[in-house]
């Protein structure tokens, strides 16, 4: 066992306020990860401490918490993975107090190294990869010199190419859809042609003096959705509108989840959970074509009337037109409800099967960020009674089988895959 206590550097990211909320990424094969030397990665947490565990396989066997691992000084990260370059980031929140973010990479022998650690030191919402940077961002700001609103979104960007300068950037909200209303922004997608996708989240303004939850106010417009497109500059180059879908975010008490993928064609789909109580618009997905400026007007995909009626949470990439979703238990989702159902659809041909192979719903006690790779998606799963394992899902039967176990541990909260580049 190795403690981490090595320093490379030291990247600052200044104090941002919010909800939190978590949009989960992962590596996926619109940038495929190089072969020719690397490991993957898993956070995984025992009683007391989080750790860093390397392996080659994933398919089969147990491999105990207690070998080849590496503890973290503080638990509770979110790990996103870059492809290039190859970096694992884990971001951390604790409560208002100053957490510490860790960057990691993998030498030329595959060996585990740092890259920096830097400190967060406030909430943050959705995060996500454009051109090379990693960005954060949080909604419900209150500006230095206007008490009366907030509405303003706080960017850092996070320069993966130049030893990860941090950059923030701050902007409003207010009216942007021409309504009157503000906007929370959940999801980032990078466009490929200097352009990322985020959507909007637009309610009514929210009483800057209001504390904790989420960082929206009333949803007005439950029938529309709204998605923006920004340059690396943030500025606004257009928004995507549509009323054949409520807005494209998954929720969970103050979370906002992102609900938009990249097929392997370049073509961006914008999902929408339908969370709302007060929508009228069925879950689904609409289509924004390659470089395109507006929604494919042909494109719509009632994905509720595939499912029986239940809606999703969760949106995922893995593999060509294929897409995993992680739906509700029950037919009307709740701000607490739970969502232990996993589906698979197609967006090309408009179809939906749910997964076979995994735990059953109500046994599923927990699961951890995926890994898309080789066409398939690698998902940690803990069952009710037993360590976390990894489920290999092959999207195009919607079946899945066990891979390996992590003995010893409570949880396998990420995978991924680093490369030495």
């Not at 960057?103 to 060996?111: E, K, Q, T």
């Not at 909007?200 to 029938?223: C, E, F, H, M, N």
């Not at 257009?238 to 097929?263: C, E, H, N, T």
């Amino acid at each position: 066992m190795s403690t981490k206590k090595s320093i490379f550097k030291k990247v600052v990211l200044t104090a941002i306020t919010g909800c939190l909320s978590l949009a989960f990424i992962s590596c996926s094969d619109d940038n495929p990860a190089p072969k020719s030397v690397g490991a993957f990665f898993l956070s995984v947490n025992g009683e007391t401490a989080e750790y860093i565990i390397q392996t080659d396989n994933l398919e089969t066997g147990d491999l105990s918490i207690a070998s080849n691992r590496e503890e973290l000084e503080q638990t509770g990260h979110t790990w996103i993975f870059n492809n290039n370059p190859s970096v694992a980031l884990g971001l951390i929140y604790q409560q208002g107090d100053p957490g510490i973010g860790l960057a990691f990479g993998v030498d030329a022998n595959g060996n585990l190294k740092d890259l920096a650690n830097f400190q967060i030191t406030s909430r943050f919402t959705s995060y996500g990869f454009f051109d090379k940077y990693a960005l954060t961002s949080v909604g419900g700001i209150t500006p230095a010199d206007d008490a009366n609103r907030s509405d303003y979104v706080t960017f850092n960007f996070i320069d993966l190419q130049n030893g990860l300068v941090l950059q923030e950037k701050t902007i409003p909200t207010l009216n942007i859809t021409g309504n009157g209303q503000q906007a929370t922004f959940s999801g980032i997608v990078d466009m490929g042609n200097g352009e990322f996708l985020t959507g909007l989240v637009v309610s009514q303004p929210k009483d800057p003096g209001q504390t904790g939850g989420a960082s929206s106010g009333t949803i007005t417009y439950p029938d529309s959705c709204w998605v923006a497109a920004f340059d690396a500059s943030l500025n606004l180059k257009r928004i995507y509108r549509s009323d054949k879908l409520s807005y494209s975010s998954g929720r969970f008490r103050s979370q906002y989840y992102s609900q938009i993928g990249k097929a392997s064609d370049g073509s961006i789909y914008v999902f929408s959970g339908s969370y709302e109580s007060t929508t009228t618009r069925p879950c689904g997905a609409l289509k924004i074509n390659k470089n395109a400026t507006t929604f494919d007007e042909s494109y719509y995909f009632n994905i509720q009337e595939k499912t029986g009626g239940y809606r999703f949470r969760k949106v995922w990439h893995v593999t060509g037109n294929y897409f995993m979703l992680e739906i509700y238990n029950d037919l009307t989702p709740t701000a607490t409800g739970a969502a232990s159902r996993y589906g698979i659809v197609n967006v090309e041909t408009k179809t939906f099967s749910w997964i076979n192979g995994i735990p059953a719903n109500d046994k599923i006690t927990g699961t951890g960020l995926p890994m898309a790779y080789e066409g398939k998606m690698y998902f940690p799963i803990v069952e009710e009674g037993a360590y976390p394992a990894v489920y290999i899902i092959d999207p195009t039967t919607a079946s899945a089988r066990k891979g390996i176990s992590i003995t010893g541990a409570s949880s396998l909260n990420a995978i991924g895959r680093l490369t030495y580049q």
